[in-house]
């Protein structure tokens, strides 16, 4: 099983360029999330969707917005990118409630 | 909300034991979890705990829970270098179940 796949590794892109983050997991779980990991500060959360159909807005969701394509695919746009939005992005899936959240191996995001 | 609250860096001489804390905000947080995070991969579960458990040992790894002090531990014993890695402790609480709360993470040094 390929688990939760994320899509591009790595970007560069400069201030104000748009991009989408893209995610997806082939273990047919309900819930998906998007992470984001700054040095000292371990992953703080973005978005997630609970179940398909649904988004809500995590602890740091300024600057993005997300998408539940369907049950499979949970992407993460940058409308205008910016400096402070440089990190590693984590994309996660769990079953539900309480059970293991499996990650995806993160994209590194550098905006310059 | 929940706030997790670790340590951000240990250093251990191989085959010492390692032993990585954690403090948290909110005593009603059902799941508690270890995840363990190599260099440029994401997270993977090490380990869990229910909160009606004190302590659960799998092979090398040792989980206390004191309730009392809100305080989690993962003990590491005969610590070797692929050991090598940043270890987050994280909780689901009660009031939020479709989100995990992750602590900064402690990075953990092996010296050989």
């Known amino acids: 099983n390929a688990g939760v796949t994320q899509t591009p590794k790595f970007q560069v892109l400069k201030t104000g360029q748009s991009m989408t983050l893209q995610c997806a997991q082939d273990?047919?779980?309900?819930?998906m999330y998007w992470y984001r990991q700054d040095p000292g500060m371990g992953l703080r959360l973005i978005y997630y969707?609970?179940?398909?159909?649904?988004?809500d807005k995590g602890e740091v969701p300024n600057g993005y917005n997300v998408s539940r394509l369907n049950k499979r695919e949970f992407s993460l746009r940058l409308e205008s990118a910016a400096p402070s939005q440089t990190s590693v992005y984590f994309c996660?899936?769990?079953?539900?409630?309480?059970?293991?959240?499996?990650f995806g191996q993160g994209t590194r995001l550098t905006v310059v | 909300g929940e706030d997790v609250e670790q340590s951000l860096f240990l250093s251990v001489r191989e085959g010492d034991s390692s032993v990585i804390n954690c403090t948290y905000t909110?005593?009603?947080?059902?799941?508690l979890y270890w995840y363990k995070q190599e260099p440029g991969a994401g997270l993977q579960l090490l380990t869990y705990?229910?909160?009606?458990?004190d302590m659960k040992q799998d092979q090398r790894l040792t989980v206390l829970l004191n309730k009392k002090d809100k305080h989690l531990s993962l003990r590491i014993a005969d610590t070797q270098t692929g050991d090598s890695a940043i270890y987050f402790c994280?909780?689901?609480?009660?009031?939020?179940?479709?989100?995990?709360?992750f602590g900064a993470g402690t990075r953990l040094f092996v010296k050989a």
């Open positions: 996660a899936s769990r079953a539900g409630d309480g059970t293991e959240a499996f």
């Open positions: 705990i229910f909160s009606n458990m």
């Open positions: 969707s609970a179940s398909e159909g649904t988004t």
């Open positions: 994280a909780g689901i609480p009660n009031t939020g179940g479709f989100k995990t709360i």
């Open positions: 909110d005593s009603s947080s059902t799941y």
């Open positions: 273990m047919n779980h309900n819930s």
